[in-house]
Nanobody, 124 residues
Framework: QVQLVESGGGLVQAGGSLRLSCVAS????????MGWFRQAPGKEREFVAS????????YYADPVKGRFTISRDNAKNTVYLQMTSLKPEDTAVYYC?????????????????WGLGTQVTVSS
């Protein structure tokens, strides 16, 4: 298993930007695709973005396409989520997740390891 720790959340005004980071430890020698998910109060956890092991393939949920960018630095065991043009509806706890294998996925059940999350609040 892989241990994941997110950071970079905070309070930002609408239209602003934030960059989330997720550092992996443990069995990082294995090949893992990574994903970002979010959960707003009273709502189910939803997919945001995913990236394959090499970083060559990315996949985004429609609400964030063109505004968010997922990337990774395997030398640092870190995955990033650059968020721009933030909207109040982006407010949520953001979770980093890892899944064995190299392929991207939007399915929560296909991820094996999860971080504890970082809060992102966008004010109007």
């Amino acid at each position: 298993q892989v241990q994941l720790v997110e950071s970079g959340g905070g309070l930002v005004q609408a239209g602003g930007s934030l960059r989330l980071s997720c550092v992996a430890s443990g069995r990082t020698s294995s090949s893992y695709a990574m994903g970002w998910f979010r959960q707003a109060p009273g709502k189910e956890r939803e997919f945001v973005a995913s990236i394959n092991w090499s970083g060559g393939t990315t996949y985004y949920a429609d609400p964030v396409k063109g505004r968010f960018t997922i990337s990774r630095d395997n030398a640092k065991n870190t995955v990033y989520l650059q968020m721009t043009s933030l909207k109040p509806e982006d407010t949520a706890v953001y979770y980093c997740a890892a899944r064995g294998g190299r392929l991207v996925s939007s399915r929560t059940a296909e991820y094996d390891s999860w971080g504890l999350g970082t809060q992102v609040t966008v004010s109007s």
